[in-house]
Each structure stands twice: as C-alpha cells, then as structure tokens.
Nanobody, 128 residues
C-alpha cells in the first residue's frame, strides 16, 4: 500500500511563499503519475500540478507562473513551491499518486478520478 505524507503547510501573508513536501513510501522510481490537489470548504477538489516520469509537468491555469512542482526520485519526495500566494490559494493541499504513468491516461490527467493513493493533507492559509 502506497503511503503519502505531506508537510510544509502553514499560514502566510499574501505575496509570501511556502514549499510543500510529500514523502512517498513506494515511488516506483518515479514512474507513476503523481501530483498535488487542493480543496477548500464548499468547493470541489481541484488539480494544482502534476508531474510524469520524465519530469514533464502540468499546472492549473490558476497557479501557472506562481507554483512549481518538482520531484526527487532518490529521496522519494514530491515538492510544490508556491510563490506569490493569494488568499484564494487557501485550502487543504493533498499529494496523490496514480497506479499508472501519466501517459496511460487522457490528456486531462490532472483530475482526481485518475489518482488512487492520497495523503492526509496539509493546510495552507493565506491572509490578505
């Protein structure tokens, strides 16, 4: 069973930065599709950023240019660097991994329906 543990969340003022980390127990040498999602109260969970086995990334329009996803296969760790944070970025952030490489799924693979393993989440709160 794959286990994912997020860390790095917290409270920050608008314009600030945070770096989220996700430790993955079974990363299969970085082969499977993996990404970050977020959910705020009353809203659907949305894909923030994902990365495939070759390091190609997909980023939601709402965070493009501000958030960067990366991974360290040697450390079995996924990261999300978040800059220029806005109050609307406040949410619970989840790390998730699929059972297959991203190329196995349709082009809109940054959707929670394709991801099978989830962390417990880390809260990000951005104040204005």
């Amino acid at each position: 069973q794959v286990q994912l543990v997020e860390s790095g969340g917290g409270s920050v003022q608008a314009g600030g930065s945070l770096r989220l980390s996700c430790a993955v127990s079974e990363y299969t040498s970085g082969g499977n599709c993996i990404g970050w999602f977020r959910q705020s109260p009353g809203k659907a969970r949305e894909g923030v950023a994902g990365i495939d086995k070759d390091g190609n990334t997909k980023t939601a329009d709402s965070v493009k240019g501000r958030f960067t996803i990366s991974k360290d296969n040697a450390k079995n760790t996924l990261y999300l660097q978040m800059n220029s944070l806005r109050p609307e970025d406040s949410a619970m952030y989840y790390c998730a991994q699929a059972r297959r490489p991203c190329s196995f799924y349709p082009s809109n693979w940054l959707s929670d329906i394709y991801f099978n393993y989830w962390g417990q989440g880390t809260q990000v709160t951005v104040s204005s």
